[in-house]
T-cell receptor
Framework: GAVVSQHPSRVICKSGTSVKIECRSLDFQATTMFWYRQFPKQSLMLMAT?????????EQGVEKDKFLINHASLTLSTLTVTSAHPEDSSFYIC?????????????FGPGTRLTVT | DAKTTQPPSMDCAEGRAANLPCNHS???????VYWYRQIHSQGPQYIIHGLKNNETNEMASLIITEDRKSSTLILPHATLRDTAVYYCIVRGANTGNQFYFGTGTSLTVIP
């Protein structure tokens, strides 16, 4: 199947700093990508939809000024966690569909483990 | 919000078929049923998806009831590496073609 990568796989940062996470579709183009967050022993929670060439759309309760999303190209979306705090420590996962409609498969990245100290 | 309900956990003997049920009684006509699994600390892995007809691939079979209100994922010969959390997701234009994950089923394959 198609491949989605994330970088870095793990990051530790100090409280108050910002962290950027990259999501790439390696063998297909994605006009839309999705960002999820997963806390221990919980399911994935959709945070936002990243749209190439336009602003991201955020799920209710997700602070857009804290989680900055930039869909720089058809193969790259970035999530920046600004002024990170320990409660932002989580597993962040991106995904990309191979097409615009529900019939198209969607592939997930391997995830990024963020620890804020 | 997730539109599916699944049992929280199941066990299956190694080598036997694992049958994972999913209820999606409010599914709309243009919504697909997707199955993913997640092994600890990894991203979800695509398994299979379908609209109305039963589907089969190298990993699993998907059986969708005629009224489409429920489905079953079948792993024909479960191995220890199939131990994971399995998510059944309904996806369609009504939800912006996005995935909203429910709580999934934690499958444990027992030697």
């Amino acid at each position: 199947g198609a491949v989605v990568s994330q970088h870095p796989s793990r990051v530790i940062c100090k409280s108050g700093t910002s962290v950027k996470i990259e999501c790439r579709s390696l063998d297909f183009q994605a006009t839309t990508m999705f960002w999820y967050r997963q806390f221990p022993k919980q399911s994935l929670m959709l945070m936002a939809t990243s749209n190439e060439g336009s602003k991201a759309t955020y799920e209710q309760g997700v602070e857009k000024d804290k989680f900055l999303i930039n869909h720089a190209s058809l193969t790259l979306s970035t999530l920046t966690v600004t002024s990170a705090h320990p409660e932002d420590s989580s597993f962040y996962i991106c995904s990309a569909p191979t097409g615009p409609e529900a019939a198209y498969e969607q592939y997930f990245g391997p995830g990024t483990r963020l620890t804020v100290t | 919000d997730a539109k599916t309900t699944q049992p929280p956990s199941m066990d299956c003997a190694e080598g036997r078929a694992a049958n994972l049920p999913c209820n999606h009684s409010t599914i709309s006509g243009n919504e697909y049923v997707y199955w993913y699994r997640q092994i600890h600390s990894q991203g979800p892995q695509y398994i299979i998806h379908g609209l109305k007809n039963n589907e089969t691939n190298e990993m699993a079979s998907l059986i969708i009831t005629e009224d489409r209100k429920s489905s079953t994922l079948i792993l024909p010969h479960a191995t220890l590496r199939d131990t994971a959390v399995y998510y059944c997701i309904v996806r369609g234009a009504n939800t912006g073609n996005q995935f909203y994950f429910g709580t999934g089923t934690s499958l444990t394959v027992i030697p």
